[in-house]
């Protein structure tokens, strides 16, 4: 494939993470039993959300929309990178790397916007319940998900074209499990200094100033839990809330890590890597329906098959 007259490569190898041989059927099988129980805890979410009527509030149709961006990333990174271990390698054709990364981008930024909603969300249950009814409406909460995942969009559109305007004429070895901007611009025929710094300015602003709204936000929750009189409330009130800040956390580190530290290649790389698109998205439905009752209660409805109706 060429792209005008300066790219000359027609696919990537994706050499994958670096492990002994021998290892390769074994983590083929960790990781695939992890890829599965992440599409399965991610369904389960998404089916109990949609067929149990208590849950048809804001806060879980917003888990909604995380458990779906969760499943839509694994699909995008771990079937290519299962593959790998069996093969040593994986190839993926100059298009289909595009695709991996305008894909992965898509749907981080929008799991990003995504936390910063249902930090409002919270906020706005716990610091103004009086008007949380009518602030919070259906046709509102459809509203702010779709400026999600448009804002997802034009984030990634911005940075795939940015990055594949460059020549790419050799050699074509990504030292990497998927096509990501690191990755792939280590192999760009060009000076990549601008490409650098326009990702580390722009995914820097977009991830602090989430950030620093989820803060704010849960500032002010906790200002506001602490004045509740009651035991009980606090403590749900709390429960709720930890949930949405652990995954938050565990999302935000990760990413810091790799993307703000322009022209890095270390191999710790990979390995943090490995945890925010393969682990992450399965721990967020365990930290759900762990930390959540009506979470775990409405399960127990679904498998018993008791007060549910059609959504």
Known sequence: MQSGNHTSVSYFILVGLHYPPPLGVP???AFFAIYALTVCGNGLIILTVLVDTKLHRPMYWFLCHLSFLDMTISYAIVP?????????SSVISFGGCVIQLFSFHFLGCTECFLYT???????????????????????ICNYLALGTWLGGTLHSLFQTSFIFRLPFCGPNRVDYFFCDIPAILCLACAD??????????????????CF????????????????????????????TCAAHLTVVI??????????????????LDAVVAVFYTVITPLLN???YTLR????KAAIWRLGAGKDLQPH
């Open 27 to 29: 983590l083929f099988l």
């Open 212 to 239: 620093v709204l989820i803060l704010t936000s849960y500032g002010c929750i906790v200002a506001a839990i602490l004045r509740i009189q009651s035991v009980d409330g606090r403590r749900n009130a709390f429960s």
């Open 117 to 139: 909603l249902m930090a409002y969300d919270r906020f706005l249950a716990i610091c103004k319940p009086l008007h949380y009814a009518t602030i919070m409406t259906h046709s």
């Open 250 to 267: 565990v999302y935000y580190v990760p990413c810091t890590f790799i993307y703000l530290r322009p022209g890095s290649q270390e191999p």
């Open 292 to 295: 959540n009752k009506e979470m």
């Open 285 to 287: 439905p365990v930290i």
């Open 192 to 209: 990549t200094t601008i490409n650098e710094l326009v990702t580390f300015v722009d995914i820097g602003f977009l991830a602090l100033t």
């Open 80 to 88: 290519k990178m299962l593959s790998g271990f069996l093969l040593e």
